[in-house]
């Protein structure tokens, strides 16, 4: 199963764009339900809400609907090893596990994550320290990109997130692996002009076009074809972009469906 939505949903630029005009913060959630089966949290990289936030999702979102989880950045950026830091983050998020709408958990670790045994070893010990979920890991820097880094996933049981994101000079290029039972794709945008600008907030204001949804679509669908679940999140949020692109996705993907059901 391929499942589509996005990384995040409470956004207020996004009414008008996507949710219908006069949507409150308190009913995003209800109507990206109805579009969307799965959605990632990226909140929780700055600031774990209390477990009572994921309980009122939960009891918000209808049954099968899935959640995944970014790790704090205190774990993933500032190498956070505390046992309390995981702890806390199992104790937020334990509310999604018991309903059984915790896909997994998603470690994003920045561009000056290099691939160096201290931070080989800093993957195991997230790995060690969550083990009851799924954890996938994304890399910026190209130096992971090697068969070393599989064989240490698969050794670990972590999967691999694939990224679209600027081509770049030591960014991690576009590639397509599944390790483990799921495939997970986040898609950045490719807004080369800002991602290395001062003002973050501009990284990911993108929108693509038809021709790069389409060539991410037969990858998808590739993927898919060797993975149990696909999770496919668009992290171009600016003005509803991530929405808007994600609902055409889901229109590419199924026109590859059935083509495949009327081969």
């Given at each position: 199963m391929i499942w589509l939505g996005t990384s995040g949903f409470s956004f207020r630029d996004w009414v008008g764009p996507f949710y219908p005009p006069g949507t409150p913060a308190g009913r995003m959630l209800e109507y990206y339900t109805q579009v969307f089966p799965a959605v990632e949290i990226n909140s929780t990289y700055y600031?774990?809400?209390?477990p009572t936030a994921f309980r009122?999702?939960?009891?918000?979102?209808?049954?099968?609907?899935?959640?995944?989880?970014?790790?704090?950045g205190t774990i993933t950026h500032r190498g956070e090893e505390d046992p309390?830091?995981?702890?806390?983050?199992?104790?937020?998020?334990?509310?999604?596990?018991?309903?059984?709408?915790?896909?997994?958990?998603?470690?994003?670790?920045?561009?000056?994550?290099?691939?160096?045994?201290?931070?080989r070893n800093r993957i195991a010990a997230i790995r060690k320290a969550l083990?009851?979920?799924?954890?996938?890991?994304?890399?910026r820097h190209d130096s992971w990109?090697?068969?070393?880094?599989?064989?240490?996933?698969?050794?670990?049981a972590v999967g691999f997130v694939s990224v679209d994101e600027p081509a770049l000079p030591g960014l991690f290029p576009p590639t397509t692996r599944?390790?483990?039972?799921?495939?997970y794709v986040r898609l950045h945008g490719r807004n080369a002009a800002d991602w290395w600008g001062s003002d973050g907030s501009k990284r990911y204001d993108y929108l693509y076009d038809e021709?790069?949804?389409?060539?991410?679509?037969?990858?998808?669908?590739?993927?898919?074809?060797?993975?149990?679940?696909?999770?496919?999140f668009f992290n171009n949020c600016h003005g509803g972009s991530a929405a808007q692109n994600a609902g055409q996705m889901g229109f590419l993907l199924g026109q590859l469906q059935d083509l495949d059901?009327?081969?």
């Amino acid at each position: 199963m391929i499942w589509l939505g996005t990384s995040g949903f409470s956004f207020r630029d996004w009414v008008g764009p996507f949710y219908p005009p006069g949507t409150p913060a308190g009913r995003m959630l209800e109507y990206y339900t109805q579009v969307f089966p799965a959605v990632e949290i990226n909140s929780t990289y700055y600031r774990l809400p209390d477990p009572t936030a994921f309980r009122r999702m939960c009891d918000r979102t209808p049954p099968g609907f899935r959640f995944t989880v970014k790790l704090p950045g205190t774990i993933t950026h500032r190498g956070e090893e505390d046992p309390s830091a995981f702890r806390a983050f199992a104790r937020v998020v334990e509310p999604l596990a018991r309903a059984g709408k915790l896909h997994g958990a998603l470690a994003q670790f920045p561009f000056g994550f290099r691939n160096t045994e201290e931070n080989r070893n800093r993957i195991a010990a997230i790995r060690k320290a969550l083990p009851e979920w799924p954890l996938f890991v994304e890399f910026r820097h190209d130096s992971w990109n090697r068969p070393e880094t599989w064989d240490l996933l698969e050794e670990h049981a972590v999967g691999f997130v694939s990224v679209d994101e600027p081509a770049l000079p030591g960014l991690f290029p576009p590639t397509t692996r599944v390790i483990g039972p799921a495939a997970y794709v986040r898609l950045h945008g490719r807004n080369a002009a800002d991602w290395w600008g001062s003002d973050g907030s501009k990284r990911y204001d993108y929108l693509y076009d038809e021709a790069e949804l389409r060539e991410w679509a037969l990858r998808i669908h590739r993927l898919s074809g060797a993975a149990r679940d696909t999770f496919v999140f668009f992290n171009n949020c600016h003005g509803g972009s991530a929405a808007q692109n994600a609902g055409q996705m889901g229109f590419l993907l199924g026109q590859l469906q059935d083509l495949d059901e009327g081969m």
